[in-house]
């Protein structure tokens, strides 16, 4: 008798709803209409805080940063979702979504005939808008008014921001357990990857844990969040949004056991990007996240093998753009044994015998030398007391140019130094835009040749590039939303010049198992081996590395060629297709010894005259008007001053007259800068730069 009461009492109510919700209903608007009335405005701004993102040159997330409360909370588009994940939201938290205001009156209508039904609370009516009204403006509280609170709020929040909007929005507060918000974050989390490429059993799993996030933590509780995920996926089979095969499937894939760290590529370039504009929220990169992700296991394998307290750095840059495609700053920012926080593309070091390329290139554009100029190698006093002497401890005798530099002989470069003249060739640096650093209280030498003077990774990558590029070298571009480059580049070689270095130094002998003349390199040994460099590039890209300690302390056996060189060639290989050569310039010189004109057959110290050459005009610096706008210019005028007869003049490296006077003419064929040299017979020179108008 009492269960037929129960039942018969159950029936009644459930027949009385109708009209027991009408009064209910319309008092309900009522005061839902009082609470919007009396409500304040909206306020979105710390629901619409975001983690600042940085992302390289294709849109892929390179490192987050928290939010200023420690939170993980990434930005997301709906578009950017697994349609699996959206539509499975849907169907297990609000199948009309899509159709309600923001709040679902027969969801409402449901619940609390069950409710009557039951004698218990067996579903609630929350919507998506009313959860993401919660998460926007929290409150303690459980009551009429505070659910009445949160429905205006959905509803304000839907007309305001659209649905879209509040979906957006929910992608971004969702909580999936400790600092962990937003789908995007929590994705990265838990499997690694982005929301786009997430499996049915990961999807299902994300739309489940925001219900009780610190509870079906997977890390945590694995098992509550495997039930979590298998009740998702039997709704989602049964409203249709997944075949149920698929769904079964599913269940049978593992649920992670662990949180994982999010992405840490080119931190250290990420790291200078946030401080140096540190108001912006997302930051778009030049590096490739995936020659990022290839080239730091590699670098830090090199390290760790050539022993603990090292680090090692590289930097990769596009040549005709400028753009840094790579720049890996240590063996491991996190690696406090060997400094890992400290960015040593940026760390001033001596670059040993880095530097002689450019040397060489001054005395080729200077006329001085051609590649195949015949040069002595042989033990040698500077001064009074200077006499360098070969790594080996051993001298070559006669060698051309281009066997010396590809041997990195000393003796030949320290001479060449001494013609072109210490402080010029550091003018000629800094001019270029790199920062030369000298020992304190010394002036310009010729130790300079041979790496007696600090600079960074990143300027000498930089100088290389310029030679791969004609002598013209670029500015780096490192973001893609940055300003570009102005027209007007510095220089540090003119065109002939600076390919003849490209020509010899592709023929530098390789490390063993690479391949002979496809890479133009050149590697350093600092003093005391501290510091080992390896330069490289062709047409395309232009690689710079370093290995040493970052306390400057030296390292027995630390050599530019077997340690350095390997780790450039293996980086290059990971850049993808062949090596291509630098195109050679249609004046280009390419001759025998015996070929060239009798001065640059052979270098000679001890021949200068009495009275020293130098170009009288025209003047270095000078700008000529010989009147190119309107047509062929006119011819130039050249004297000289002082010299042994006859002399060789030279327009950027390239003979174009020789005379037995100290007068000649030459033609130019079109406007802008021009190197111009002269060469007599003793082999001095003097050159100076002008501009053709």
Same mark, same amino acid.
């Given at each position: ?61 390179? @490192? ?65 808008? *009313?959860?993401?009204? =919660? ?20 509803? %304000?929040?839907? @007309? ?25 974050? $929590? ?43 298998? @009740?998702?996926?039997?709704?989602? %089979? ?25 992405? *840490? ?21 030049? !590096? ?25 750095? %590289? ?118 835009? $790199?920062?030369?650093? !000298? ?21 000498? $990558? ?43 130094? =592709? ?39 370093? !290995? ?52 640059? @057959?052979? !270098? ?57 006077? =100290? ?31």
């Amino acid at each position: 008798m009492g269960a037929r009461t129960t039942r018969m009492t159950r029936r009644r109510a459930i027949l009385a709803l109708g009209g027991l919700t009408a009064g209910p209903a319309l008092a309900g608007v009522t005061w839902l209409g009082c609470i919007l009335a009396h409500l304040p405005p909206l306020d979105l701004t710390a629901a619409q805080a975001r983690s600042t993102i940085v992302l390289d040159r294709a849109g892929t997330l390179l @490192r987050p940063f928290a939010t200023a409360d420690g939170r993980w909370r990434l930005p997301l588009e709906p578009d950017a979702v697994d349609p699996r994940f959206l539509a499975m939201l849907t169907a297990y938290e609000d199948r009309r979504f899509r159709a309600h205001p923001g709040v679902d009156a027969m969801a409402l209508l449901r619940a609390a005939g069950q409710w009557l039904a039951a004698g218990r609370i067996v579903s609630g009516a929350s919507t998506l808008s *009313m959860q993401v009204a =919660r998460l926007v403006e929290p409150r303690g509280e459980r009551s009429l008014t505070a659910k009445l609170r949160q429905i205006a709020r959905a509803i %304000a929040l839907e @007309r305001r921001l659209g649905k879209d909007g509040v979906l957006r929005l929910y992608l971004a507060l969702a909580p999936y357990g400790g600092p962990v918000e937003g789908l995007r974050a $929590a994705s990265l989390a838990y499997f690694g990857r982005e929301p786009a490429r997430l499996t049915l059993a990961e999807a299902a799993l994300l739309v489940a844990l925001p219900q009780a996030p610190e509870g079906r933590r997977p890390d945590r509780f694995p098992e509550a969040a495997r039930r979590a995920r298998d @009740r998702v996926l039997d709704i989602a %089979a049964a409203r249709g949004v997944v075949p149920a095969a698929d769904a079964t499937a599913a269940k049978a894939e593992p649920v992670p056991h662990s949180r994982k760290p999010f992405p *840490m590529l080119g931190p250290h370039a990420a790291e200078t990007a946030v401080a140096q504009e540190p108001g912006r929220a997302v930051h778009r990169l030049t !590096l490739d996240a995936r020659l990022q992700a290839r080239l730091e296991p590699l670098v830090a394998e090199r390290a760790a093998a050539l022993g603990p307290g090292l680090s090692a750095a %590289a930097l990769v840059i596009d040549n005709a753009t400028g753009e840094v495609r790579a720049q890996i700053g240590s063996a491991g920012y996190f690696d406090a044994t060997r400094s890992g926080a400290i960015d040593m593309t940026a760390a001033v070091r001596s670059p040993g015998s880095a530097l002689k390329p450019f040397v060489y290139a001054m005395a080729f554009e200077s006329g001085l030398a051609h590649p195949e100029t015949l040069i002595e190698d042989r033990p040698s006093r500077f001064g009074a007391s200077y006499a360098p002497e070969n790594f080996d401890l051993t001298f070559q005798g006669t060698v051309t140019a281009r066997r010396a530099l590809q041997l990195s002989l000393n003796v030949p470069a320290v001479e060449l130094m001494e013609a072109v003249g210490p402080a010029r060739f550091l003018a000629r640096l800094r001019s270029a835009g $790199a920062s030369i650093l !000298l020992p304190r209280d010394s002036a310009p030498g010729l130790p300079v040749a041979l790496g007696g003077l600090g600079i960074t990774l990143t300027d000498l $990558a930089r100088l290389y590039a310029g030679l791969a590029r004609g002598g013209e070298v670029p500015v780096l571009r490192r973001r893609l939303d940055g300003p570009a480059a102005g027209a007007a580049l510095p220089r540090i070689a003119e065109p002939v010049a600076a390919w003849y270095v490209a020509d010899v130094l =592709r023929g530098t002998p390789p490390p063993e198992s690479a391949l002979p003349n496809r890479l133009a390199y050149k590697t350093g040994t600092s003093y005391g081996y501290r510091d080992a460099w390896a330069v490289g590039f062709d047409r395309r890209y232009t690689v710079a590395v370093w !290995l040493g300690r970052p306390d400057g302390a030296g390292v027995p056996g630390l050599v530019g060629r077997t340690a350095a060189a390997p780790l450039l060639f293996d980086a290059v290989a990971r850049l993808g297709g062949d090596p291509e050569p630098v195109p050679r310039p249609r004046d280009a010189l390419v001759a025998t010894t015996s070929a060239l004109p009798p001065p640059l @057959r052979h !270098l000679r110290r001890d021949a200068g005259p009495t009275d020293r050459l130098r170009i009288a005009y025209p003047p270095d610096g000078a700008r000529i008007d010989l009147g190119a706008a309107e047509g062929l210019p006119a011819g130039l005028a050249l004297k000289a001053l002082g010299g042994t007869l006859p002399l060789i003049w030279l327009v950027g490296g390239l003979p174009v007259t020789e005379s037995d006077r =100290r007068q000649a003419e030459w033609q130019p064929d079109g406007a802008g800068f021009v190197r111009i040299s002269v060469l007599d017979a003793t082999g001095a020179s003097d050159s100076v730069m002008v501009r053709i108008e």
